[in-house]
């Protein structure tokens, strides 16, 4: 009889947790389909407002596109819309639409859409346009209609601005699609754009990524046959491919005729000097550009100081690099944790207690805590150190 009674207590517990749960499913349930409800009954009250024979002010048809939650009923508005007399889509309602059509991965519809606002000679910017670009290319992944859409700019009566241009080939380049790139290039004259710098940052940076170094730097020589000047950004992008690929007598010519053609360096052109010279090993010409780069009036920032530091563990010059952190604490440069790791266990190898004593208190001081592996190093220099001043005592 308690075995029975025991089983039954059981059997009612878990039927109450069971109803709980049935309880908690039912009401979910009711919520999404309220919500679902009320979602479709937004919509009707929102979709009800085109079919008003009063005349409908613009700012009332952004409302409504606005507000309807359905991405699949914005055609269909559109359409009504479009059906009335009284009103005629204009490129804030197209924007809109094509807007929400994004957002929801309908790309197919937008190219409807710009058919459609062809045939209504509504009259659309470059902005537009651009926005148009960025969509097919960044969120579509459809870098042919990115092109097609800028090609057909004319067909509108809208000429394309350089931004905009530059906008297709910048995409084409961080996509990799170097021939297009070159092909979009020389379209400039038919689509009535007028090169600037940035068109030609853009392709030797393309040709660059390429590993065409000698192509990239034949184009800097071809800017000036425009009228134009290369930039800073022009100069930076052929040093920056020059020292990837170790080839820093290259990118010290670049500077030169940087300086040459009367164009400042910033501190990124330094960092990006001092970083190849330093992994080429030259780490005391890099050390000569950072009293340079102070004398022009450039201020080196912590990666100007952190690519000597580099250098300096690289080459394991690492009394050196303890001595350069102290210089870099007088101009309020930290250097990272993998510099201080490196450096300990430097001078570890050397058996510098105290210069280890010092930036193991400043990496604490900075917030880092050393990795097993570096206490251990220390702990064995510590004994290292102490068996050879034992040694050293017994053989006095």
């Known amino acids: 009889m308690t075995l029975h009674c025991k089983h039954l207590g059981q059997a009612n517990y878990c039927l109450a947790h069971l109803d709980v749960r049935v309880q908690i499913i039912w009401k979910c349930s009711v919520s999404s389909l309220t919500k679902f409800t009320n979602a479709k009954e937004n919509d009707n009250f929102w979709l009800k407002q085109l079919d008003h024979k009063d005349w409908l002010a613009p700012n009332e048809v952004l409302k409504v596109f606005g507000n309807l939650g359905d991405p699949e009923l914005v055609i269909h508005a559109f359409r009504k819309t479009s059906a009335r007399v009284d009103y005629k889509p204009s490129e804030a309602l197209y924007s809109l639409i094509i807007d929400r059509l994004a957002h929801a991965r309908k790309f197919d519809a937008i190219g409807d859409l710009l058919d459609r606002a ?221 510099s201080y790791k490196l450096t300990i266990e430097g001078l570890c190898s050397e058996e510098f207690m105290n210069d280890i004593d010092f930036v193991l208190k400043k990496m604490v001081g900075q917030g880092f805590v050393p990795p097993m592996g570096t206490w251990k190093k220390i702990v064995d220099c510590m004994v290292s150190k102490t068996e050879g001043c034992w040694l050293h005592g017994l053989q006095n």
């Open 118 to 338: 062809k045939c209504e000679n509504c009259r659309l910017s470059d902005d537009f346009f651009c926005k148009i670009i960025k969509i097919y290319g960044n969120v579509a992944k459809h870098l042919e209609l990115a092109i097609n859409t800028l090609y057909r700019m004319p067909e509108f009566h809208c000429w394309p601005t350089v931004k905009t241009f530059n906008c297709v080939l910048n995409m084409l380049v961080c996509a990799k699609q170097f021939e297009i790139v070159h092909e979009v290039f020389l379209s400039a004259s038919k689509l009535g754009v007028s090169l600037d710098t940035c068109c030609f940052n853009i392709l030797i940076k393309g040709l660059c990524e390429l590993d065409n170094l000698e192509a990239g730097f034949f184009v800097l020589h071809e800017i000036s046959k425009h009228r134009l000047s290369p930039n800073r950004t022009t100069y930076s992008i052929l040093m920056h491919a020059f020292c990837k690929h170790g080839r820093v007598k290259e990118a010290l010519e670049v500077y030169e005729m940087m300086d040459r053609g009367g164009c400042h360096p910033d501190v990124i052109t330094f960092n990006i000097l001092i970083s190849g010279l330093c992994k080429a090993g030259k780490v005391d010409e890099g050390m000569g550009y950072l009293k340079t780069m102070k004398l022009k009036g450039c201020y080196p920032n912590s990666g100007t100081y952190q690519a000597l530091l580099y250098g300096l563990l690289r080459e394991k010059q690492f009394v050196d690099a303890k001595n350069f952190m102290e210089i870099m604490y007088s101009e309020r440069k930290y250097p990272s944790f993998l």
